[in-house]
């Protein structure tokens, strides 16, 4: 089931996401969820705040982009980064490495904005699955830059928060006015 989006200006997208500790039927049906509704919003992760839930739950799915590599290594493994996905990640910390670039980003609770974001070319999540195992999983590329941007959002921090002095000013305006439309009545 499509679920709606949360957009910028919402609360709970500011709001860290709890443990979740017993994988039920609910939160598999939530995960199952988020993946359809990433999809039909042609997004490469979504997290769970995004959806309206402050759980530590993220999708991922980075195969539909044709011009960004990505590679992966699954639990010290090198697998196919694009038939890997989509990563459904519970309670995901994240290491960072010590090189970053910048890149292009946006977001789906921030339709229409895109920016420079510099963040680390490599990382390492560690997080379980749904069927209960813990899993480890390297990635570079645009992976890389994904579980950054949604282990983020499990946190309640924004992309807006990584973007420059300049550019938040350049949007100021613009994102002044997403804010309060999105804001609670
Ligand atoms: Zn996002």
Redesign the pocket.
Known sequence: MKLPIVRYGDPILRTKGKRIVTVDARVRELAANMIETMHLANGI?L?AQ?VGEALQLTVIDVSGAEDQESTMKLNGAEVDAKTSMPLQLLNPELTLGRETDLAIGG???FPGITADIRRAISVVVRAQTLEGAAVEIEASGLLARALQ?EVD?LNGIL?IDRMSAATKVALRSRLKRMQKENAPH
């Open positions: 992760g997290a995004q977001c789906l609770s941007h959002h992309f």
